[in-house]
């Protein structure tokens, strides 16, 4: 079981558009399951107000911060923000999560474990396509098609998991320092492969959990 005090320095890093029904609860979830991380949003200028909670709720809870993307759209230049942030302020690791509830945070202490336990691992990867790992809430044929897309990404990267689209995963900051997230290119959703081939290439180490 993790303790508070093994994970002082872990933050916690999620993108945001248009999130205003989902950011309290994700929010409490987060906090739940890792009471002492800092919990970053990286908010697109949200027009429906979801900026505006979070600035308010940096009020009364100094464990979150905010970073508003004013004309700017895109999870890759989110991502980058969310994680050179992570490298200029030091931390040791950063997990991120989307912002929809699609991801439960609860796994977040397990993913984080495995990293303070196994220090020559640089990226636990959360997988939906490991024997316990599911997907809720899609039809069949794009549960079908998505399996098949990473299979075939995976394949053709060279990359060591089974899925290599989902966010949810927990980065060693040093593993990411080294590639320097500045350098990325990708501005959608490609980042996520774009990461892993990136951080494959300078040697390394992931595992994956099924979530």
């Given at each position: 079981m993790?303790?508070a005090?093994?994970?002082p320095?872990?933050?916690?890093?999620?993108?945001?558009?248009?999130?205003?029904?989902n950011v309290?609860?994700?929010?409490?979830r987060?906090?739940?399951a890792?009471?002492s991380?800092?919990?970053?949003?990286?908010?697109?200028h949200?027009p429906?107000?979801t900026?505006?909670?979070?600035?308010?709720?940096?009020?009364?809870?100094?464990?979150?911060r905010?970073?508003?993307?004013?004309d700017q759209?895109?999870?890759?230049?989110?991502?980058?923000?969310?994680?050179?942030?992570?490298?200029?302020?030091q931390?040791?690791?950063?997990?991120?999560?989307?912002?929809?509830?699609?991801?439960?945070p609860?796994?977040?202490?397990?993913?984080?474990?495995?990293?303070?336990?196994?220090p020559e691992?640089d990226?636990?990867?959360?997988s939906?396509?490991?024997?316990?790992?599911?997907?809720?809430?899609?039809?069949w044929?794009?549960r079908?098609?998505?399996?098949?897309?990473?299979?075939?990404?995976?394949?053709i990267?060279?990359?060591?998991?089974?899925?290599?689209?989902?966010?949810?995963r927990?980065?060693?900051?040093?593993?990411?320092?080294?590639?320097?997230?500045?350098?990325?290119?990708?501005e959608?959703?490609?980042i996520?492969?774009?990461?892993l081939?990136?951080l494959?290439?300078q040697g390394?180490?992931?595992?994956?959990?099924?979530?």
């Amino acid at each position: 079981m993790l303790l508070a005090a093994e994970s002082p320095n872990v933050l916690v890093a999620v993108c945001t558009y248009n999130e205003i029904a989902n950011v309290a609860e994700l929010t409490r979830r987060i906090f739940a399951a890792l009471p002492s991380a800092t919990l970053l949003f990286v908010d697109d200028h949200s027009p429906d107000g979801t900026s505006k909670w979070i600035e308010d709720a940096m009020q009364a809870d100094p464990r979150i911060r905010l970073i508003v993307r004013r004309d700017q759209r895109g999870l890759g230049g989110a991502t980058r923000t969310a994680l050179q942030y992570a490298v200029d302020n030091q931390y040791t690791f950063v997990m991120n999560l989307d912002g929809d509830l699609s991801h439960d945070p609860s796994v977040l202490p397990k993913m984080l474990e495995i990293a303070l336990k196994q220090p020559e691992v640089d990226v636990v990867v959360g997988s939906r396509y490991l024997a316990d790992g599911t997907i809720e809430g899609w039809p069949w044929r794009r549960r079908v098609m998505s399996r098949l897309v990473n299979r075939f990404a995976t394949t053709i990267l060279r990359l060591p998991v089974a899925d290599c689209s989902g966010s949810m995963r927990c980065y060693r900051v040093s593993a990411l320092a080294k590639l320097d997230p500045r350098t990325l290119k990708s501005e959608s959703y490609a980042i996520l492969e774009e990461l892993l081939v990136r951080l494959s290439k300078q040697g390394a180490r992931m595992v994956e959990v099924p979530i």
